[in-house]
């Protein structure tokens, strides 16, 4: 747009866009007379008129100039009139640009199928990648990020390495390895506390971490500082706010660093914050405290719930600082063999990972499906399109003729052709960007938490980006098939072939497009169907706890222990009380959302070599009637136990007692033969306490009335609507004590729905692509087969005046596509089955070959195929030759 | 006469620009020629519109396009001239002399403007 410069003496802002409007369709060669005139007489109109006429006429001028008929040109074969010895390259690919968008216009129908099946080839990428950029692709906010290592105690069993939290004494040996720059380590599980000074009472999730924990991370606070030695002085008690919490609760205060909140009775003082990103790789609190560890008396604790984070030396290789944690830690099970050592004699070992393989690698396989999933979503999208236009080419045959005819050359014509694919593909991807920003709002819903990570989509820059240079490869692409199909000599570029028969490369080309739409498609169905009949398995578990009705919320007691069984006591008895409520307990963990945390236990009799591990459950009375879990021997608790005495559930008194023996009235220590002995008084049925998915764990059911595991959760049965509860129990609570804060009300099936989110989202997203994919390839061959015989009308008419029976007709038209169907079957089914490793990732007792998934996916497939065909061939078998041959 | 091939037909528009160009003379670029049909027939035409028939009126033969100097009026933009060629006087002289036989005796029909 040089051709309008900005001078000084020239015409003012809303003048010179006047004029670039003016010149938008004048030829380059004339645009700077013609525009120089336009200047000219603005001029003198502003002397004459005024300027508000000078410019009202301009506009006027201007749009008639963009408007107005240009006449024929100059001479007959039209290149003289916008010469592109004139113009340039730039000038032809502009005319070419409008001819694209005419035949957009002249074609609305096929245009918009085209714009739309870009759009959710397109948009199918978009939504995907906008998921899997924050999670896969986008970088750590830490400095030298590959350098940042999560370490985890690692015990092989069976072939598989375990990952299981780190014990305080080992923690302290591994402050010796040598490979690191710094290491630090935290606790693995927050607890739950209630902040009183904000307004109302709210839980806040504080997490705690040791020294040099933000000097290993080595992000810097947003505002104060980090946890440091000056922290663990005795009596300090100094918080670090997460920034969402500090957004969330301190409004953003500038001021918040130095002040004092309080937490459970207690004055905190918030001595610094960290920006959100800090939490990622490591847990996902609102604020981080002390975790003071006494290096001298760390070996008796035998509770395991740290996690480790270890920045490497620079030129440390991560596999080196492993062997040197293993060396190490051979070397601490040898001195400690009690607690290091696996009764078979395999030393416990540690492994540390980098943060991008923790951040990635269980998600990796999800993601790989469905990036490939959306991938074959936009294959089936182009060859769709592509078909669409070498069909819509054959119509056009006559006018590349012409073009050929009159001296436009192959490359003018590719050029030409790819240019309209790309017209498309740009409308397709803008729509398709749209699609997926309106899809992310129900995407963000469905996202899982993956490993301690919210998946956010977002359409960043990065994803725009993405979209956007998919959509020109893809519009290429598309365009580039049907281009050099079209300007091959004798392919469609003769003036003289107009309809008849078809060729044997189109027809063989045909096949060849619906059979790789069928394959996908197959492929893409097989993978739904599996994944959604593995969800149908997830949901069909027996949890072993009565979901229905159920209702459960965080509190956390305030002040000493005994104040804790007093104050949840009470709570449970009024909770009863409330109106619709049956049944109440308090609990300390949540039944199947329990990440880990498992403790060791010994037969009375045995030895530490015998120990096994399991879930320490802590609960108040009527807790099994609360839960419907079935007492299978003995007795459950009373409200106040004076004796120590526990519950096993049947897995643990198999793996404590495994001759059988009656478990009630024996005695079980505690952490090794050293620990308190506990007597059994009765076993339960076994509860998933992880997952739905997960095998059945240990558990070992304790009384809270003596004090350990302390409820953290109450839960209520219910014989009204579940969400009715929330606002009473509320009240209830603040009539207690107006100190504490409800938290995470949710029923059961919210908990089983937090269970199977990934699942959920996984098949939402599959199934969405399958029908996609379904729905592109019925199109495309309804499409397809109908043009077919559109183009074919003449050639069917002759024959059936030839005496062609309406069956060989349809047998003509069919042959070369049931071909392509079948073939499209096989290979789609084949594809599956070679994928068959990707999608167990993603499947629950359900074979990923499974053989009436396969069948019901093919017939399912066929009969799509058979619908789509039954109308073009319904209209070949009624061809009259006689109305045909006419026609033509 | 017969020196010269018969003059080419001109279009209504083609010979509003060329009577323009007769009537400039030495004066006549783009805005003046433009200008000069509008003042006088009041159609307000595009300046694209003068250049498209100009193009075409030189393709023809009928007149000669010279750039000439830039110019600060015009923002630093150079004129394009047009002179008439001895066809284009031909041609519109023609062109002339045929509406003058068509009409003459209609002068009543049609009132003197």
Known sequence: ?888 | MSRHPPPEALGDFEQLVLLAVVRLGDDAYGATIRREIEARTGRDLAISAVYVTLGRLEAKGLVRLRVGEPSPTRGGRRRKHVSLLPAGRRAIAHAYRQFMVMVDGLEEEFGSR
């Open chain 1, 1 to 888: 747009m040089s051709d309008v410069p900005d001078l000084e003496a020239g015409p003012g802002r809303e003048a010179r866009i006047w004029l670039e409007v003016a010149s938008l369709r004048m030829p380059a060669a004339e645009r700077e007379f013609a525009v120089g005139d336009l200047v000219e007489e603005l001029a003198d109109r502003r002397a004459r008129d005024g300027d508000a006429a000078a410019r009202r006429w301009l506009r006027v001028h201007a749009l008639r100039c963009l408007f107005a008929r240009q006449g024929p040109p100059a001479y007959p074969n039209g290149v003289a009139h916008t010469p592109r010895s004139h113009g340039g390259p730039m000038s032809g690919i502009r005319r070419d640009l409008g001819f694209a968008l005419r035949l957009m216009r002249r074609t609305p129908l096929v245009s918009a199928a085209a714009v739309l099946t870009f759009a959710l080839g397109i948009g199918a990428n978009a939504a995907i990648f906008s998921v899997a950029w924050p999670v896969l692709g986008a970088r750590l906010a830490f400095p030298e990020e590959e350098r940042l290592t999560f370490i985890l105690l690692s015990v092989e069993r069976n072939g598989q390495l375990g990952k299981n939290p780190i014990s305080p004494g080992d923690y302290v040996d591994l402050l010796n390895a040598q490979s690191f720059e710094s290491l630090a380590g935290f606790n693995m599980f927050a607890s739950q506390r209630n902040l009183t000074s904000q307004g109302e009472p709210q839980q806040v999730r504080v997490g705690t971490v040791t020294e040099d924990f933000f000097k290993v991370l080595s992000v810097p606070p947003l505002a104060g500082r980090a946890i440091d030695a000056r922290d663990f002085e005795p009596g300090a008690r100094a918080l670090v706010l997460n920034e969402r919490a500090w957004r969330r609760t301190f409004s953003a205060d500038p001021n918040v660093v130095g002040t004092t909140v309080r937490m459970d009775g207690d004055a905190w003082t918030i001595v610094g914050v960290m920006p959100a990103a800090a939490t990622v790789g490591t847990i996902d609190v609102d604020a981080w405290s002390t975790q003071p560890i006494d290096r001298a008396t760390a070996r008796r604790l035998r509770s395991y719930y740290l996690a480790m984070v270890g920045r490497l030396k620079p030129g440390v290789t991560l596999e080196a600082a492993n062997s040197e944690l293993a060396s190490l830690m051979r070397g601490v099970a040898s001195a400690y063999p009690a607690s290091n050592m696996l009764p078979s004699g395999t030393p416990i070992l540690a492994r540390a990972e980098s943060f991008r393989e923790r951040l990635t690698g269980p998600i990796q396989p999800v993601f790989l499906l469905l990036i490939g999933g959306a991938a074959l979503v936009l294959i089936v999208a182009g060859i769709n399109l592509a078909a669409l236009q070498v069909a819509r080419n054959l119509a056009r045959r006559a006018e590349f003729g012409v073009r050929r005819a009159l001296g436009a050359g192959r490359s003018l014509l590719v050029r030409q052709l790819m240019l309209e694919g790309l017209v498309l593909s740009v409308a397709g991807g803008l729509a398709g960007l749209g699609a997926a920003a309106l899809t992310l709002g129900g995407l963000s819903a469905l996202a899982p938490t993956v490993a301690w990570h919210r998946v956010s989509p977002d359409l960043t820059v990065p994803v725009v980006l993405f979209t956007l240079g998919l959509t020109v490869v893809a519009g290429l692409a598309v365009g580039l098939v049907p281009a050099v199909a079209a300007s091959t000599p004798g392919g469609m570029g003769a003036l003289h072939s107009r309809g008849g028969t078809a060729s044997r490369v189109t027809a063989r080309l045909r096949t060849v497009i619906v059979g790789a739409q069928v394959a996908v498609t197959v492929l893409l169905l097989i993978a739904a169907t599996l994944t959604a009949a593995s969800l149908v398995q997830v949901l069909r578990v027996d949890p072993g706890f009565e979901i229905d009705r159920g209702i459960i919320a965080d509190v956390r007691a305030p002040g000493a222990q005994g104040d804790g069984i007093r104050f949840f006591d009470e709570l449970v008895t009024r909770a009863e009380a409330l109106p619709g409520v049956t049944r109440a307990c308090a609990i300390n963990h949540v039944p199947l959302g329990n990440d880990g945390g498992g403790m060791t236990f010994v037969a009375e009799g045995k030895t530490d070599a015998h120990m096994q591990g399991a879930l320490p459950m802590g609960v108040t009375e009527g807790c099994f009637e609360t839960l419907r879990i079935p007492l299978l021997r003995g007795r459950s608790f009373q409200r106040q136990e004076t004796e120590s005495v526990a519950i096993v559930n049947e897995s643990m008194a198999k793996a404590l007692w495994p001759d059988g023996e009656d478990p009630v009235g024996r005695r079980i220590h505690i952490g090794l033969v050293a620990g308190p002995l506990f007597t059994v008084i009765g076993v339960v049925r076994d509860i998933r306490a992880a997952a739905l998915e997960s095998a059945f764990t240990r558990q070992v059911w304790m009384s809270a009335s003596r004090g350990w595991p302390m409820p953290e959760r109450l839960i209520l049965r219910t014989e009204v609507p579940p969400e009715s509860l929330a606002r009473p129990l509320r009240e209830l609570l603040g009539q207690m004590n107006p100190n504490l804060a409800l938290a995470n009300v949710r029923t059961m099936h919210d908990i089983v729905g937090e269970a199977t989110a990934s699942r959920r989202f996984v098949l939402v997203l599959l199934a969405g692509f399958a029908g996609i994919a379904l729905t592109l390839c019925a199109v495309g061959i309804y499409g397809m087969l109908s043009y077919q015989v559109g183009q074919r009308t003449r050639e069917i008419g002759i024959r059936v005046a030839l005496g062609a029976r309406r069956a060989d007709v349809t047998r003509t038209l069919l042959g070369h596509l049931a071909v392509g169907v079948l073939a499209g079957v096989v290979a789609g089914a084949a594809g599956a089955r070679a994928l068959a490793a990707l999608i167990a990732t993603q499947l629950y007792d359900m074979s990923p070959t499974d053989a009436r998934v396969y069948l019901g996916v093919t017939l399912f497939v066929l009969v799509v195929a058979g619908v789509a065909c039954w109308s073009p061939v319904r209209r070949a078998a009624r061809v009259n030759p006689v109305v045909a041959l006419r026609a033509e």
